[in-house]
């Protein structure tokens, strides 16, 4: 097969949740613009319905439905309407995550009273376990669920999903809230454990461990604060933070069958940062 035509992904069905902002719009885009017919998700049911509209009116084939990730149930309901809109499901991105604070540093370098372990509040805690850990297994749980139905209604069997962990999964950063980190480590491992699993069903699944992209998380402090923005730009060794869009080429890379030898593998997209000048 020719090479470009490996990462055609035209006519094929994407799920994405937290795709009404950042990384999850930038992946909702790319399979938008490389044909496929996407479902922008999102708890922000005004902001998933204005990109849905916004990427109709390009063009593109998109529908959006209001889901909050930490409910099963409505995960449920959502990949349900999603297979019965397109005809069954190819693609799903695990993406919707918070910053639920307080890092044991402020971006000053100074400790944070309310980020300790010894003072984090347990209800923050819980909160972003339940969307950043328990969200992305209730929304792979259902993702896989559906492409076996898919597989076998449609006779293409298999799947890919893609998971967005972090940085943070892999090497300690003190000014994101405590249980970012181990929620995100949670997400690589899971998706080493199905990798394995799922193998046997054709359904890759992988993760994106993104560096310091400008978004909404955490109140969007790197779009409004050009201090900390400055600041962050001088650790990165290519230069500055990133564009969500320079995402892009690498969620169609694993949305395609392009990656069709990659499973249960996590990609690191950071600009360098982890190789040191930041530690
Ligand atoms: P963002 O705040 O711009 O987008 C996150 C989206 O998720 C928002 O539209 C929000 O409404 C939605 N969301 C929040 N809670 C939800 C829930 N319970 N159910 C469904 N949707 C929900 O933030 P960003 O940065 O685009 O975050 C996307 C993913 O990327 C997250 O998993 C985050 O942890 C991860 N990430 C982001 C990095 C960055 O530098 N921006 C770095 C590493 C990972």
Redesign the pocket.
Known sequence: MAILDRFDIKGRSALV??A?????LAYAEAMAEAGALVTIT???GE?AEREAARLKEAGHEVRFDR????DFDAVTAAFDAHAKAYGGLDIAFA????DTGAGFWNPAGHRNPDGQVDTYDPKRWDKSIA??LS?VFYTVSNAVRVMKQTGRANGRSGGSIIC?A??AGLVTEPIVGLPYMPAKAGVLHMVRALGLELAEFRIRINAIA????V???GGGWLKKDPVARKAWDAIVPLGSVAETDQLKPLALLLASDASDYMTGSHVVIDGGMMLGKYQ
């Open positions: 949740t937290g009404a902002s950042g990384i999850g999102d708890i922000d902001g889901l909050d990730v930490s993406n919707a995550g918070i969307v950043n969200g967005t972090s940085n993104p560096g310091p992209f978004t909404n998380i």
